[in-house]
Nanobody, 125 residues
Framework: QVQLVESGGGLVQPGGSLRLSCAAS????????MGWFRQAPGKEREFVAH????????YYAASVKGRFTISRDNAKNTVYLQMSSLKPEDTAVYYC??????????????????WGQGTQVTVSS
């Protein structure tokens, strides 16, 4: 098991940027593929981005592709989500997650074993 702690959320104006961080401790970080999910009020949690164990492959939801960038630093046990051109519809609680098995279904919650507590991102003028 790995413990995950997100940070970097906050209030930002439309068109602005934020960088979320997720610090991992416990199990070997490099053995986990990582993902970011988000949950807006009244909606189900949805996939945002995925990065492979080696940082060689990344995948994004269509709604954020071209605006968000996921990356990881295995030396620092940290995964990042750089968010740009933010829109009000990006408002949500953002969660990072770690998975250790197959990453074939990287966009589904059940592929991930450990979750952080979430960080609030609010996009509003």
């Amino acid at each position: 098991q790995v413990q995950l702690v997100e940070s970097g959320g906050g209030l930002v104006q439309p068109g602005g940027s934020l960088r979320l961080s997720c610090a991992a401790s416990g199990r070997t970080f490099s053995s986990a593929f990582m993902g970011w999910f988000r949950q807006a009020p009244g909606k189900e949690r949805e996939f945002v981005a995925h990065v492979s164990r080696s940082d060689s492959s990344t995948y994004y939801a269509a709604s954020v592709k071209g605006r968000f960038t996921i990356s990881r630093d295995n030396a620092k046990n940290t995964v990042y989500l750089q968010m740009s051109s933010l829109k009000p519809e990006d408002t949500a609680v953002y969660y990072c997650a770690a998975g250790y098995g197959s990453a074939v279904y990287y966009a589904t919650e059940r592929s991930y074993d450990d979750w952080g507590q979430g960080t609030q991102v609010t996009v509003s003028s």
